[in-house]
Every structure is written in structure tokens, then in C-alpha cells.
């Protein structure tokens, strides 16, 4: 660990989550689906060589962040709602399942609590809804937070992670202190690039710190006992900042 982030006495006002692979598993096997989701839609609404495929989503996702991102700034177009349906829509949802460990930790914590995500809304929406977690954030950043759709023709680029222009918009719309947040991700390059725009760091899902990374969480039910400063000083918290959970929906922040 590089507890020198994490200073004694820190006041840390807001804790910024990634979803998939990190509020639950890999091993659920959600991200295998949604990859296979993902060359379908390459192989029978692009019409890409089914040879090409496997090594063209890998290289797209490596290069740009995401597939998706990646299929557009190569020319091909597609309706962003019709992409998600085919690669969300068609996911085994019914493997998640709701975990009130997970809630109580997040319940407990008196910073702000948002989410971050490359997936869209409605994705974001089923898997917080699966996991029991829909109460415990203030809001989602999204793929429609960051790319304010409109026209899904336009040549506009795909903003998403890992991309520094992505987290400084985050950080801005979610009006947050970088150096009074803590970032959790699964992905080494977006843990890289939560550094470089001033965030504090946890990789969620292994026991091995990555370069940026101040902390590392093999899963998060651990984090009460490797990242006891959330909790530290909370009787000295103002009221005012506490941010108790939402009695409706959880919204997009735009």
C-alpha cells in the first residue's frame, strides 16, 4: 500500500466507484458475456469478417478504451441505443444477486458516493438494481453523461475510461475535489489516469498494487479493513455533509 495518500487526518468528501468488475467479481461472468455480446453485434449488424473479430474487439478495447469507442473512430456507424441493447440487453442479469454486505459498508460511509461508468444507463440501472444497491448512490456517470447523445451519426468521438479528458469531465460534473476523493476500479490503465487527473487510488479485485494504484482491494467487503480512514473522524463530520441515500431512483448526473 502507499498509504502516503491516505494521511492521517485526511477529511475525504466523495468516493467515486466504477460498477462492473468491481462492486461485484469478474468471476461472475458478466464481462465473458458481454465480450461474446459484443462480436455478435461486429459479426451480423457491422458484417466484420468472423475471423477479425476476436482480435479486432481486443485491439479496439486496448486501443481506445472501449470497443464501441473504438468501432467509431474507425468509420462504422451505428445507433448507440441499438449497440447497447445487443451488447447490454442480452446479458444473464439473473447471475448477480443482491449483496447486503456491500450495501451496509456503503450505507455506512458519510462521503458522497458516485458511480462511474463506460456502460450506459440502462445497464447501470439493472446491475445496481441486481446487486440491492440502487439506494447507496447519489448518482451515475454514464456513457449518456459523457457523450450527451444526440446524433449517434455525428463524427464526434466516444469519450470514456481511461481516457484523462473522460475522468477531468467526471470529476467536473460530479463537482468533486480530486484530492479529497478515492477512485475504485478494476482497470490498471483507468487507475493510471485517476492518478494523473489527482484522484486517490484503489484497484478493486487483486491483491497487487498497479502502477497510480495507492491501495489494492481484493474485493470490496475487505474495504472497511484496508481503508479504515473513510470511517476515521466521521462523529466530526457536519451534518450538511453527510449524503444520506436517495429515496428514489438513483439519477444520471448530467
Not at 467515486?16 to 461472468?29: A, H, I, K, R, V
Not at 476523493?181 to 478493486?204: C, E, M, P, Q
Amino acid at each position: 500500500m502507499n498509504m502516503d495518500s491516505f494521511s492521517t487526518g485526511a477529511k475525504f468528501e466523495c468516493l467515486l466507484f466504477d460498477m462492473d468488475d468491481t462492486l461485484y467479481p469478474m468471476s461472475s461472468g458478466i464481462n465473458l458475456a458481454c465480450r461474446h455480446n459484443i462480436e455478435d453485434y461486429m459479426r451480423h449488424q457491422l458484417s466484420i469478417k468472423e475471423s477479425e473479430v476476436p482480435k479486432m474487439c481486443l485491439d479496439l478495447y486496448k486501443e481506445y478504451g472501449t470497443t464501441m469507442a473504438g468501432l467509431k473512430a474507425l468509420g462504422y456507424e451505428f445507433d448507440y441505443d441499438e449497440f447497447h441493447a445487443n451488447v447490454h440487453g442480452k446479458l444473464p442479469y439473473d447471475k448477480l444477486k443482491p449483496d447486503p454486505v456491500l450495501k451496509q459498508l456503503l450505507l455506512s460511509m458519510p462521503q458522497r458516493k458516485i458511480i462511474f461508468t463506460n456502460a450506459d444507463k440502462a445497464h447501470a440501472a439493472q446491475v445496481l438494481s441486481r446487486l440491492g444497491l440502487e439506494e447507496c448512490f447519489e448518482g451515475v456517470i454514464c456513457f449518456e453523461t459523457l457523450n450527451e447523445v444526440e446524433d449517434s451519426k455525428s463524427d464526434k468521438r466516444i469519450l470514456c475510461k481511461p481516457m484523462l479528458e473522460a475522468m477531468e469531465a467526471a470529476i467536473r460534473i460530479a463537482k468533486i475535489d480530486p484530492k479529497k476523493t478515492i477512485f475504485f476500479d478494476d482497470s490498471a490503465r483507468n487507475i493510471a489516469t485517476g492518478k494523473a487527473a489527482g484522484l486517490h487510488t484503489v484497484v478493486v479485485g487483486t491483491s497487487v498494487l498497479v502502477p497510480g494504484a495507492d491501495v489494492a482491494l481484493e474485493s470490496m467487503h475487505n474495504i472497511k479493513e484496508a481503508l479504515p480512514e473513510i470511517w476515521e473522524g466521521t462523529n466530526q463530520l457536519d451534518s450538511d455533509s453527510v449524503i444520506q441515500p436517495a429515496s428514489v431512483e438513483t439519477v444520471v448526473l448530467a
